[in-house]
């Protein structure tokens, strides 16, 4: 049973009759500190139909409200706080995990509601770059944390496969490529060519202009021009879903930007209707509602369309395709003036669902406090860097558990898991510095640390033989009353973590239950034999079951040993 639930009932029949219960519950809060109560009901609100200060309130209503269920009930300033009687209520939080299991946490707001997700997004014939990796495991976080809450979710890899650095890459190409190479090593070659042309367009300004025609060619279907890009294509995307396929993270669509290519003129069309398009030295702009933004590029002077005009035809497509609800673009905060661009023309088009868009922003990777690139030859190549942690982790793993068996396959949920764990635990916007060591420790706030505790707890459920439904009775102790009233919180949290499109919420959360778990653990002895055990297994199999869901709506594994 849901504490808060128990809160608002009981402030509703004993004091606030005229409140509706949801009304109660929202309001009501969980202190930061947890010796200052379980959970807390601010006044203000009160204050201003009563018309007195909320800390008198307070301090009247604590005298009056009681419960079976409360130890303690005192006026904090402006808050009434509570104590749980944690014998009582814990059988309450933890009965009630035990019966939901993997469904503990599930909400149903999101009902009959679609999001869809723009993420990942790599370009092709370049590598798959942190930044890419980033919009990678945070759009599959934010969607399996929507999937939670019961909203259908369409993930779409917007792959970047059109624009003019494509006919940059064929001249190029055509020019120094050897096709034997570039089918050896597709996106190292490829990307070597891609720089050998800027290089030579620094001396030669000539070549800027082939690299247009050349774009041209492939936008007007040119056959020789269209082929190779295809087969860049090709190659770019198996190498793409090999990075896929480690991080465990599936598409519903692989609708690139060349998949708009005919679907431009539309857009091109309805602006020119509603007299949008202004021309601005050759090219064709929308010019800005907000003064402070530079007008929105549609087409440039030689005819070729661009980034924006793309995405512009992507969101007309995407809402009569899907009638998302919401539609979510994790994209690297440099992009932000492109997003404003493109939802400021839709609206200006008439469509306010334009309102329903929302850039999801987040930071870059720093490798000794400078960005990482994958130009300038500072290049990290990701599947090299998820190898090397896989490595990393097989040998911790070698190290503690020299028996385990199937260790390759642990080791691959480690050392993935904690790339995507230390991406996720960062508040998205902040920038984080990449450090496999850091990641990859089993203590500490990493995700090795998280399933390590997790194992720990299958494994003491395996050695008691538990394997006949357990039933908590109730615990008194301390220790175990505070891992109760982290595991309580969870539905709460995965609902903030959506508010919010912030994984980190949860990733925090599962490190704060981890700290709690294993100070039980460190205090207690869990297997003793005495008529406590069964609650204690029945606990710690409480503690798996969130821990587990945690880990799997971030997008990482929870091996049962390791
Ligand atoms: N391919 C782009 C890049 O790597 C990201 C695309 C983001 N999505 C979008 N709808 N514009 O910069």
Redesign the pocket.
Known sequence: MDLKLIFAQELKTQLLQDWSEKELYDLIETPKHSHLGDLAFPCFQLAKTMKKAPAQIAREMAAEITSPLFTKVEAVGPYINIHFDGSKAGKEIVSGILAKGKDYGTHTFGENRTVVL?MS???IAKPF?M??LR?TVIGNAIATIAEKCGYRTEKIN???DWGTQFGKLIVAFKKWGDPDKVKENPIAELFILYKKFHEEAELDASLEEEGRKAFKLLEDGDEEITGLWRWFKDESLQAFKTIYSLLGVEFDSYN??AFFNDKMEEVVTLLKKQHLLEESQGAQVVRMDDGNLPPCLIKKTDGATL?AT??LA?ALYRHRQYAFDEAL?I??QE?TI??QQ?MNVLKKLGYNWADEMKHIPFGLYLKDGKKMSTRKGRVILLEEVLQEAIKMAEDNIKQKNPDLKDAYAVARDVGVGAIIFHDLKNDRLNDIEFSLEHMLTFEGETGPYIQYTYARAQSLLRKAGQSEPLTFEGLEDAESWDVIKQLRLFPEIIEKAWQHYAPSVIAKYLIATSQSFNRYYAKTKIISGDNQQHSRLALVHAVGIVLAEGLRLLGTKSPAEM
Request: aromatic share 16%.
């Open positions: 723009d997004s790599p370009n770059s930044g890419h919009s917007y792959i970047g690139g930007e980034y793309r995405d992507a673009y994209v690297g992009q492109h997003f493109v």
